[in-house]
């Protein structure tokens, strides 16, 4: 998990939101997995970060929203006082991002507002997740495409044009929040 915005904006993926500890829970129940992997630790070959430990670390970190940019994923913490927002987006080239950006804005925007803090992730914390931040600075901080991916880019070295299938899209949106075609 990787701070953007200091004390305001984390970007990340399913393991700092805790998601794979759901699963190895449910898995951890079977004979199979409990004699065989007993003694694994798993953790985000990324961060090292152990989703067992997620609800901890987003509580030293003070989050109190998550953007969830996964199909199906569940709001794990919601009854310790976390506010959800589950977007499921398709991580193709296909998928129209720009029709959740207004959503997704609205609510990083009343999060911060509130003087909240909020977890965007999506599986990796490279390409859904990421996108949705950088058209997020570049509507509330009115900064070009290539200003918010480097900015984005600059904390979180994880993501890449390579990585950014919404490439096409973002440069759509910026055009539009130039022309002022955007609420």
Partial sequence: ?????????????????????????????????????????????????????ALNILKEKGIT????????????????????????MSDTEFFDLLACLKETNTFIDDCIKSDGRILVHCQMGQSRSAATVVGYLMKSRHMTYNDAFEFVKSKRRFIGNSKLRFFNQLKKYEAKLMNGDLE
């Fill in 1 to 53: 998990m990787h701070e953007i915005l200091p004390g305001k904006l984390w970007l990340g993926n399913q393991y700092a939101a805790g998601v794979r500890f759901l699963f190895l829970s449910n898995l951890a129940k079977t004979f199979f997995f409990s004699h065989i992997f007993s003694n694994t630790q798993f953790h985000d070959p990324m961060t090292g970060v152990m989703p067992i430990n």
């Fill in 65 to 88: 929203h998550i953007l969830s940019c996964v199909p199906d994923r569940p709001n794990l913490f919601e009854k310790d006082g976390i506010k959800y927002l589950s977007v499921g």
